[in-house]
């Protein structure tokens, strides 16, 4: 989609684009557009900035900002309202990734219009493998099985080890986030209340708190690991549907 690109996080260039969003951030708009703004949340300051080129250009779809975590707010950022648009991309589905024969389609089953049989040409085996191999463009494209496991588990490690104590600043124990996700893991879908998730927990850290769970969640949320599945309650009351609870649910992790 973008016709030029900035790499914020580019090792050569990130002290100087960081510089540069301080003092002059309008100089990293220009080039061709769409411009694809990469890894934006590096420097807040790209946001009021791409805002105000907005309204000054009058033109929809000049600008992508694309980021891995949620952006600290600060004080003088603009919510963006009316002028940037907020998308969500979640890993890749089997039909995306070319793994799904794409005979049923969901759509038109609940519009009757479609045949709900279907011999599936996917084994159990590789059901599991797929499973466990995530849907992450770089892993899906990857024809070796092993590597593609192998790094489906290292991005496992990664989050334990580093990027979700980068989400808010705060060290958080590895091997208490593993277990974490594997309880998450087991109550995937399911109305799991936080006391749950700890009573999992405690079994290796009786020293944990509801409140440290908590937090280690929030931050899992913050880096886009989970997300919460919102209730279905179609043709319920209003008073009702608001009673349902979300879900906490494992959106990117095989």
Request: aromatic residues 6%; hydrophobic residues 40%; glycine residues 4%.
């Given at each position: 989609m973008a016709k030029s690109v900035l790499y914020m996080q580019d090792a050569d260039t990130l002290k100087i684009n960081i510089l540069m969003a301080k003092t002059k951030p309008s100089l990293l708009l220009e080039g061709e557009t769409p411009?694809?703004?990469?890894?934006?949340?590096?420097?807040?300051?790209?946001?009021?900035?791409?805002?105000?080129?907005?309204?000054k250009r009058r033109a929809n779809g000049r600008f992508i900002l694309t980021g891995s975590v949620i952006p600290t707010?600060?004080?003088?950022?603009?919510?963006?309202?009316?002028?940037?648009?907020?998308?969500?991309?979640?890993?890749?589905?089997?039909?995306?990734?070319?793994?799904?024969?794409?005979?049923?389609?969901?759509?038109?089953?609940?519009?009757?219009?479609?045949?709900v049989e279907s011999k599936s040409n996917i084994s159990?085996?590789?059901?599991?493998?797929?499973?466990?191999r995530g849907g992450w463009p770089a892993v899906a494209r990857q024809t070796n099985e092993k590597i593609a496991l192998a790094t489906a588990n290292d991005y496992l490690e990664a989050v334990a080890n580093e990027?979700?104590?980068?989400?808010?600043g705060i060290e958080k124990k590895p091997?208490?986030?593993?277990?974490?996700?594997?309880?998450?893991?087991?109550?995937?879908?399911?109305?799991?209340?936080?006391?749950?998730?700890?009573?999992?927990?405690?079994?290796?850290d009786e020293a944990l708190s509801q409140v440290t769970v908590i937090q280690y969640i929030e931050a899992l949320k913050k880096i886009f690991?989970?997300?919460?599945?919102?209730?279905?309650?179609?043709?319920?009351?209003?008073?009702?549907?608001y009673a349902q609870l979300p879900k906490d649910i494992l959106s990117t992790l095989p």
């Open positions: 411009r694809l703004l990469d890894e934006w949340q590096v420097a807040p300051e790209l946001w009021n900035a791409v805002r105000f080129a907005v309204d707010r600060t004080n003088d950022m603009h919510t963006g309202t009316g002028r940037i648009a907020r998308m969500k991309m979640r890993t890749m589905s089997l039909y995306e990734t070319g793994d799904s024969n794409d005979k049923i389609s969901l759509e038109k089953m609940f519009e009757g219009k479609e045949n159990i085996e590789q059901l599991a493998f797929l499973i466990n990027d979700i104590s980068k989400a808010d091997d208490r986030v593993k277990d974490l996700l594997r309880s998450l893991a087991r109550n995937i879908s399911a109305e799991a209340k936080n006391s749950t998730i700890l009573n999992d927990l405690i079994k290796n690991v989970i997300e919460d599945l919102p209730a279905w309650n179609p043709k319920l009351a209003l008073k009702l549907q």
